[in-house]
């Protein structure tokens, strides 16, 4: 992989992670994701173009708006931030290709889902079907397996995910999955085929453990307190998508 195009990829993605920023701070409110420019959400003054630029811009204001001085949050650059080097991961791993293309969709769409799920805990359906839509309809021509192991994928998790929303109020008498889980797991699912979900689902869920036992040690998780489980899956997803093959040897590999 030639280093241009993995810089390439990582500079439209710091681009691509301002606009996400936009995304998740106006779906929830139910405001035009478009219009009207970008404003402090303090003060309202119009955001100039030079403090667009992402990340460098939020550093260079020392976090603060130019003009009320009220304090920007740590999430926009860390969001674009984000962006940027895992779009550059993506480039680095599969190069210039259709793969890649695809997973530079799924990876925009999973950053802002996150973003909204840890703020407002939801996951709206203007993302999850349109994810679901596009990653289905380009499995089914694309992708190193047959079109039936993608939609495999898609059914067993959603499948999986629906059982526990289900069953979650009779065994634990709450909800234990919302069906934006369910609705993500569609896209997630046939995104990285049969295989790919088991290791997304295992590692979402330990790692929403792991962080669940942490939060409750440190007296931060209450009884009524819901993690949001979407950026887990995001989580399991990308890693079962960039390295799920060498995990997956890797773990047989032990028994072989």
């Given amino acids: 992989m030639r280093p241009s195009v993995v810089i390439y990829a990582i500079c439209m993605g710091l681009i691509i992670g301002s606009f996400l920023n936009v995304v998740a701070y106006r779906l929830p409110r139910g405001e035009s994701v478009l219009f009207p420019r970008s404003r402090c959400p303090r003060c309202g003054a119009r955001i100039r173009p030079r403090d667009l630029i992402p990340v460098v811009s939020w550093v260079w204001l020392r976090g603060r708006c130019r003009d009320c001085g009220g304090a920007i949050s740590w999430r926009y650059p860390l969001v674009e931030a984000m ?8 480039a680095w791993r599969y190069g210039w290709s259709w793969e890649t293309a695809l997973g ?3 990876v925009s769409f999973l950053i802002a889902l996150s973003a909204i799920d840890l703020q407002w805990q939801i996951l709206p359906d203007e993302l999850t079907y349109p994810l679901a839509i596009v990653v289905v309809g380009a499995r089914l021509w694309m992708g190193p397996e047959p079109w039936w192991w993608y939609l495999g994928g898609a059914a067993l998790g959603a499948g999986m995910l629906l059982t526990l929303y289900w069953l979650s109020p009779l065994l634990f008498g709450k ?5 934006g889980d369910v609705k993500l797991m569609v ?10 979900t088991v290791l997304t689902l295992f590692a979402a ?4 453990l792991v ?12 009884e009524q307190h819901r993690i949001p489980f979407g950026p887990f899956l995001a989580g399991g997803a990308l890693l079962s998508w960039l390295y ?13």
């Fill in 83 to 90: 962006t940027g080097g895992l779009w550059g991961l993506a």
């Fill in 244 to 256: 799920g093959d060498a995990l997956m040897q890797a773990y047989f590999g032990l028994f072989l």
């Fill in 104 to 106: 530079l969709v799924v």
């Fill in 175 to 179: 909800e234990g999955m919302g069906l």
């Fill in 205 to 208: 869920s330990l790692a929403g």
């Fill in 211 to 222: 962080v669940g036992l942490v939060l409750q040690r440190m007296d931060r998780l209450g």
């Fill in 187 to 196: 896209g997630l699912g046939a995104f990285n085929g049969l295989t790919g």
